[in-house]
């Protein structure tokens, strides 16, 4: 299957041709007819796997063959994140390079100058990526207007469907016009999210192309550790095992700083990527990060989603992850386009429970290893130990007491 076969225009075929892609990714293959055809859709793809392409190709040609040149939005794509619509609309902008004319995409995320956007906005737009609650800060201003839009792209759509986004999202599609074709990517879709996307969509079209080829690239480790170790383990690590472009992810931004400056002191060359920076400097060590000018970049769940920087040799939950679907999500960082990666998850007695479960619903079951000279000691309190046995680690003595005598109660 070529490009040129998905029946993209020549000056479709020569972005890709200048991006260095030489056939279309399964999603693509799957997605791109469809789009163009004008239907709603529900796309579950794995990040790396050439989503953005999937939508933005079809929706560009779509823009240029509809073209009223009006200066309205034609296009809304949502991201949960600033850093993801940044991305996406760079993506808009080297995809839409050969257009017969230009298409002005502009950006509008919280955290930057809000003059530079509205000056943006007011030369005529066509494609909008926005964070949600700057989009909203820029209809209620009046800045924007987007009842000629005719296409909705939720990217990363499980997440702003999410509760955290329900309220936003309601009030800016009640800004969009109810006739509108409706495009849902994400890499997973729980049932809670399938059940909201039914309000957005019409008679959409699903599709999915397996998520098993990327997952099963990332070697998955488990390593027990207790809390207070986990700094110098993943120093030891880092160090011993010569991770080279690594991302950590921290449950909170001060986690995430605290462990940054550690880092640092300890020689490792590490940035920082949350919430609580400005986003002149979460820009920047991201774009440090990309350009491997930091080795380490300690990052809280911002950095989870769609974000795409290449060969990532190692992720590591540091913290775990909130739910099964951010797990899948952050290991999604570390091998893409086929490349291999790792992806190591710290577990202490009072993560245990949690990760049975993130690996119950994740459908996976992780040997447990500990590192010499890290090794987890002490024991799990009453409620840590809600979690099933751990594989591979030998039972004390007070836990086969325990056993024993649960078993005589039950008989
Ligand atoms: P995405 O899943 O959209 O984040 O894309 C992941 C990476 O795959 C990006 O670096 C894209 O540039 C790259 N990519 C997208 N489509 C193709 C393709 N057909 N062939 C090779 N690389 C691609």
């Not at 794509?77 to 850093?83: D, Q, S």
């Not at 400005?278 to 920047?284: G, L, S």
């Not at 913290?319 to 291999?340: K, M, N, V």
Request: proline fraction near 4%; charge should be negative.
């Amino acid at each position: 299957m070529s490009f040129r076969s998905l029946g993209l225009e020549e000056y479709l075929l020569s972005a890709v041709e200048k991006a260095g892609y030489e056939s279309p990714t399964p999603i693509q293959e799957q997605a791109i007819p469809l789009v163009m055809a004008g239907c709603d859709l529900m796309a579950q793809a794995q990040t790396g796997t050439g989503k953005t392409a999937a939508f933005a190709l079809p929706v560009i040609q779509n823009c240029v063959e509809n073209d009223s040149d009006s200066g309205e939005v034609a296009v809304l794509v949502l991201t949960p994140t600033r850093e993801l619509a940044r991305q996406v609309a760079a993506s808009f902008r080297s995809y839409g390079l050969f257009t017969p004319r230009k298409l002005k995409v502009v950006a509008l995320i919280g955290g930057e100058s809000i003059n530079d956007q509205l000056d943006q906005i007011d030369r005529g737009t066509d494609i909008v990526v926005a964070t949600p609650g700057r989009l909203i800060d820029f209809i209620e201003r009046g800045a924007v207007n987007l009842h000629a839009c005719s296409v909705l792209i939720l990217d990363e759509a499980d997440k702003l469907l999410d509760e955290g986004f329900a309220e936003e999202l309601d009030t800016l599609l009640e800004a969009l016009p109810a006739q509108r074709q409706n495009l849902l990517f994400s890499a997973t879709f729980p049932d809670k999210v399938v059940t909201l996307s039914k309000r957005l969509l019409c008679s959409p079209l699903e599709i999915s192309v397996d998520a098993e080829p990327t997952v099963e690239l990332i070697d998955q480790r488990v390593i027990e550790v207790n809390r207070e170790n986990r700094g110098q383990l993943l120093r030891h690590l880092i160090k011993t095992e010569s991770w080279d472009h690594t991302i950590v992810f921290t449950a909170t931004c001060r986690g995430a700083a605290n462990l940054t400056k550690k880092l640092r002191l300890a020689g490792v060359n590490a940035g920082a990527l949350h919430g609580d920076l400005p986003q002149a400097e979460r820009n920047d060590v991201l774009d440090q990060f990309c350009r491997r000018k930091i080795s380490v970049m300690v990052a809280t769940d911002i950095a989870c989603r769609g974000l795409d920087v290449s060969r990532i040799s190692h992720v590591v939950n540091y913290d775990l992850p909130r739910s099964p679907e951010d797990y899948i999500h952050r290991i999604g960082r570390t091998a893409r386009a086929g490349e291999s990666g790792q992806a190591i998850s710290f577990i202490g007695h009072e993560d245990m429970a949690h990760f049975k479960l993130i690996e119950k619903r994740a459908g996976i079951n992780l040997d447990r290893t500990q590192i010499e000279s890290f090794e987890l000691i002490g024991e799990p309190s009453e409620n840590q130990k809600g979690g099933a046995p751990v594989k591979g680690k030998r039972k004390s003595k007070k836990d086969k007491l325990r056993e024993a005598a649960a078993k005589a109660e039950k008989h």
